[in-house]
């Protein structure tokens, strides 16, 4: 029998069927879930992308840093081919000659583009102690940078910092750097210039074990020292300055240490070890497979 005043989830219930629960423009459970599902796997696909652009972005500032301070540095290193330095000369042995005036001119570069604080005089009365032709205006002024309180895997990114800001090269070098590539991570008062990721890049006066890269090879015949223009130091190749970035996992992965003020004589850079393992890669480990530095900008 008809029940015409019913309404349809009356009749439904009357008739012993389930009501319908879905209008004419509705969706079902399953319908919403598919939707959710797409919905979150966009989300993950986004942020991912998002994290990517983001490490893009950071990577192109670290390399766009490190080419102003490659073309200041590398510039001021090759300024050397053109000092003069006084060195003691032998009338008769010619090769001695060639490596005391070699070795004068890389004990200035120690002390004009030093690398860890070893380097630097401890005051400007200490300046006195050295010989004239090192008591230039950067060596003078330097001391005023060293802090009280140092941090041995800072030293060569603070001294970068000095070099540009101190070292005289030209007045107006550091109006090329924007705020934030410049922090003082560690707090001591000396500055660091920071990459990307806001991580302080490093710095290496040389580095003869950074070998095979873009710029620098072990290879003393082809690509000889241009400091050495009568290969007096025979095994020496050409060195250039490293300044490197940790890149995104912040683990640099090679070795850093400097002193080369140690070393027997500044004559022969490559041969005596433990120099040679400065800038070595840890061979244990992929650390350095992400760095940023001025040697590889070419290829990166």
């Keep these: 029998m008809s029940l015409p ?8 219930r009357l008739s012993g069927r389930a009501p319908c629960l879905r209008g004419g423009s509705g969706f079902t459970l399953v319908e919403l879930m598919v939707v959710a599902t797409v919905i979150a796997i966009l989300a993950t696909l986004s942020a991912a992308g998002l994290a990517a652009t983001r490490q893009r972005v950071r990577a192109d500032k670290t390399r766009n840093t490190i ?3 490659h073309e200041i540095i590398v510039g001021h290193h090759e300024s050397y081919l053109r000092r003069r330095v006084p060195f003691i000369a032998s009338a008769t042995d010619h090769r001695a000659n060639g490596l005391a005036k070699l070795e004068a001119v ?11 604080w070893a380097d630097v005089a401890a005051s400007t009365a200490a300046v006195s102690s050295l010989a004239p032709y090192l008591q230039t205006g950067p060596v003078l002024g330097y001391p005023g940078s060293r802090p009280a309180r140092i941090t041995p895997a800072l030293e060569g990114a603070e001294c970068l910092y000095m070099i540009v800001s101190r070292g005289g090269i030209e007045p107006d070098l550091m109006e090329q750097f924007r705020s934030d590539e410049i922090g003082d991570t560690n707090g001591n008062g000396a500055p660091e210039f920071l990459d990307g ?5 490093g710095f290496i006066r040389w580095a003869p074990g950074f070998a095979g890269s873009a710029l620098q090879k072990p290879d003393a015949v082809n690509f000889h020292d241009p400091f050495d223009p009568q290969r007096n130091d025979v095994p020496g190749y050409a060195l250039v300055p490293l300044i490197v970035s940790a890149g995104p996992d912040g683990l640099v992965g090679i070795n850093l240490s400097t002193g080369w003020l140690s070393a027997p004589s500044l ?11 400065f800038g070595v890669a840890d061979s244990s480990s992929e650390d350095w497979k992400d760095n940023i530095t001025n040697h590889d900008l070419v290829t990166k």
Aim: hydrophobic fraction near 35%; proline fraction near 11%; include cysteine.
């Design 67 to 69: 080419r102003k301070l």
């Design 106 to 116: 890389r004990r200035l570069m120690v002390y004009e583009m030093p690398d860890c």
């Design 197 to 201: 990721w806001g991580n302080p890049i």
């Design 5 to 12: 005043f019913t309404s349809h989830a009356c009749r439904s």
């Design 267 to 277: 004559a022969h850079l490559v041969t005596p070890l433990p120099f040679y393992t």
